[in-house]
């Protein structure tokens, strides 16, 4: 299993950037995937989830209505649209994958990516 996510970067308040994360070494549509965040000297922290096949997803509370996960299957791929990034969004950003099929904690981890939101 090998997770590569990419698309941090420097970011004003108020602007936006798009994470994606590709898959490979599983059958990406079997599994639920996520995205998580730690910012300095703080522990990793739930961002979102969506299911495997996308007709689900779920929020910390601190980005919905700002966050969109989504992902496509044919190109074994999972985004996270980040638009009204604020300075507390500042931090590594980690794709992730669940256990298994039917669901489980995430055991499998991205290399993650640097968000910093200033001005």
């Known amino acids: 299993v090998q997770l590569q996510a990419s698309g941090g970067g420097l970011a004003q308040p108020g602007g936006s950037l798009r994470l994606s994360c590709v898959a490979s070494g599983f059958t990406f549509s079997s599994y639920g995937m996520g995205w998580f965040r730690q910012a300095p000297e703080k522990e990793r922290e739930f961002v979102a989830s969506?299911?495997?096949?996308?007709?689900?997803?779920y929020y910390v509370d601190d980005v919905k209505g700002r966050f969109t996960i989504s992902r496509d299957n044919a190109k074994n791929t999972v985004y996270l649209q980040m638009n009204n990034v604020k300075p507390q969004d500042t931090g590594v950003y980690y794709c992730?994958?669940?256990?298994?099929?039917?669901?489980?904690?995430?055991?499998?981890w991205g290399q993650g990516t640097l968000v910093t939101v200033s001005s």
């Open positions: 969506i299911t495997p096949g996308g007709a689900n997803t």
């Open positions: 992730a994958r669940r256990a298994g099929p039917t669901g489980g904690t995430y055991i499998y």
